[in-house]
């Protein structure tokens, strides 16, 4: 059963046996509850059809499912080719504190016999409304004794469009560059960040009207987005932590996302490498990393 918050006219559902994820995000408008992000069916089965869910322990792929950390090779038995998005996205969370403007959802490795990551850890997520402003904050925890790679990130799917659905939107992220892939494997870096091409540079308002599925870097943790037709504007604002950001823009779908996160695809590999700036933490027992965005909701219809 999800939960439900309904504050500063917006409706938040989440579902904790899905890995927290979101069900629902919509804002009110003449009465009625529109979806800003791509409402889920309910019940929600898994993270893939979700609104949104959460990427921890490491965002994005790995590469083979394995990787290298201080000299040891570890392989995540995932059932992908590449191991994707973390490794709490299907599994249960606990309910922990709810009120009027939130709730607080609590995740812990070792309640599992099935984990992919080869290292205990917690998480903790917070979701919060207030004044027309979502935040969503996300903590991992070590909780061994070993160091381990950590990273973390949000994955949000937004309806392209508002109303008509031939309507339009807009996009602006400053980044500094974007890893470089290869056709026969997509969104794994094949190097470190590289110049924008044309239809990937958005530091200025322009349409989202190209297929995009990249992971960029030196992001200055702002984007915005606007549906002129709708008249709505949404402004996502990251936290220090999140300064890498995938836009995946998939050609013919009613949905595009923008993605909050820690680190390079394939970080763990890319840190593992000596590749500078790839935002991958590596926490002490005992240490944690965190992260958080924001979306503020302008509807002036």
């Known amino acids: 059963m999800p939960l439900e918050v309904e504050n500063g006219g917006l409706r938040l559902r989440v579902a904790p046996e899905v890995g927290a994820s979101v069900v629902d995000l919509s804002f009110e408008r003449g009465g009625s509850l529109v979806p800003l992000l791509r409402r889920a069916h309910e019940p929600l089965s898994r993270s893939s059809d979700a609104a949104c ?17 201080e ?4 392989e995540l038995g995932h059932p992908k080719p590449d191991a994707i998005h973390g490794d709490v996205r299907d599994r249960r969370w606990q309910v922990g504190h709810c009120c009027d403007h939130g709730c607080t959802l609590t995740f812990d490795s070792r ?7 080869p290292f205990p850890f917690a998480a903790e997520v917070s979701y919060r409304l207030q004044d027309g402003v ?3 904050a996300l903590r991992v925890v070590n909780v061994g ?35 470089p892939d290869s ?7 094949i190097g470190p960040p590289v110049g924008l091409r044309p239809g990937q540079d958005f530091s200025k308002l322009r349409p989202l009207d190209v297929a995009l599925d990249h992971c960029f870097a030196g992001w200055d943790g702002h984007a915005e987005i606007r549906w002129p037709e709708s008249r709505v504007r949404v402004v996502m604002e990251a936290s220090a932590r999140l300064r890498h950001v995938i836009v995946y823009s998939p050609p013919a779908q009613p949905f595009f996302a923008v993605e909050p996160v820690s680190h ?11 590749q500078p700036g790839t935002g991958v933490v590596v926490l002490a027992a005992g240490e944690s990393l965190e992260g958080s965005f924001s979306l503020s909701v302008e509807n002036s219809a």
Do not use: I, K
């Open 71 to 74: 000299g040891r090779s570890y």
């Open 111 to 117: 309640a599992f016999g099935d984990v992919h990551f």
């Open 145 to 179: 004794e070993a160091r381990m790679p950590a990273g973390l990130g949000f994955h949000p799917y937004f309806n392209r469009a508002l109303g008509p659905a031939s309507e339009e939107v807009l996009l602006e992220l400053a980044v500094r560059g974007v890893y």
């Open 53 to 69: 869910f959460l990427l921890v322990p490491y965002s994005n792929r790995l590469r083979d499912g394995r990787f290298r950390f």
């Open 264 to 274: 390079a695809n394939d970080g763990f590999n890319l840190f593992a490498s000596g």
């Open 134 to 136: 979502f935040t969503n």
């Open 183 to 189: 056709p026969e494997r997509p969104a794994l870096p």
